[in-house]
């Protein structure tokens, strides 16, 4: 798979592009309490973002229209039903504007992966697009129609989410989260949101405690979706394991629904020896070495 590097917006701004980031959602803990009648499940979830991810860059244009490129851009439609147009039509619903927008998504994460690409890109779009269009709009009352981890990425800070994830909560001590050295990793397996939810056993095991350090709060926690994921692919366990072994870890788990794996480090060099080893160890995967937003 393609290992990553950091988005920049210089050669979008340089055409005179607008550009946004999209950068990858993580879940540090979430845990699934019930499943609803409408067939969602209710949970609790720690969300932190990392530094890169995605980026989405915008001109105005008659019409509006989207082109994909980047590493996984291969994977992905860029027809009416993705995520970035979608988001564009509902501001516009909301709005009342016509105003047309050429779109451009650089795809740097991988798809159905548990990190919220997709969420993050339109979340991307409803920022880039009322900025370009100058138009004013509960931004965050689209982002709830559009998914249920958008209104967190449309603010890409550390939260506390319940319900389906759309009810966001602020988190107490979030700020010692920014920072910190963080690795993803995804396996090179692509994990649908729905199996795994359907693999949840139905136990609830008890609340997220979050108290005024969400690290503690997250380490405390675990991710009730990673066992059925895990069944699934056991390559993820394998995964895991190896990034909890690293030293200087601190936290090492799955993110969402899966695949990608994270680990959290307190050192920027312990960081890196682990991408290093990654490369080694696990050639075949893909890796972002970056930090918490």
Not at 34 to 60: C, K, N, Q, S, V
Not at 88 to 105: D, S
Not at 138 to 163: F, Y
Not at 214 to 232: C, E, K
Request: glycine letters at 10%; charged letters at 20%.
């Amino acid at each position: 798979m393609t290992r990553a590097h950091a988005t920049t917006p210089d050669n979008h701004a340089a055409a005179g592009w607008l550009v946004e980031p999209a950068p990858a959602k993580i879940n540090l803990a979430l845990h699934v309490r019930a499943r609803m009648a409408d067939g969602y499940h209710r949970i609790e979830t720690i969300f932190a973002f990392a530094r890169d991810g995605d980026m989405l860059a915008a001109r105005p244009d008659a019409d509006l229209q989207l082109a994909i490129d980047g590493p996984f851009a291969a994977g992905l439609d860029a027809g009416a039903d993705n995520l970035v147009l979608r988001a564009a039509e509902a501001l516009r619903a909301a709005t009342g504007i016509r105003a047309g927008a050429a779109l451009r998504l650089t795809k740097a994460l991988p798809i159905a992966a548990g990190i919220g690409g997709g969420s993050s890109d339109a979340a991307a779009a409803l920022r880039l697009l009322a900025r370009m269009w100058g138009v004013e709009a509960d931004l965050d009352a689209i982002a709830r129609t559009l998914g249920a981890d958008v209104p967190a990425c449309l603010h890409n800070r550390a939260v506390m989410g319940t319900g389906r994830g759309e009810e966001l909560v602020p988190l107490a001590g979030a700020e010692r989260l920014t920072g910190m050295p963080l690795l993803l990793v995804n396996p090179g397996v692509a994990m649908p949101t729905g199996p795994v939810f359907r693999g949840w056993d139905g136990q609830d095991r008890g609340p997220l405690t979050i108290g005024n350090d969400p690290l503690a709060a997250a380490r405390a926690g675990r991710n009730d979706l990673a066992p059925p994921a895990m069944a699934l692919a056991p390559v993820i366990a394998r995964l895991v394991g190896w990034l909890a072994a690293r030293p200087g870890a601190v936290l090492a788990r799955m993110s969402g629904s899966g695949a990608t794996c994270f680990a959290l480090f307190e050192q920027v060099d312990a960081r890196d020896a682990a991408a290093d080893a990654i490369a080694r160890d696990w050639p075949d995967a893909w890796r972002m070495a970056t930090s918490l937003a």
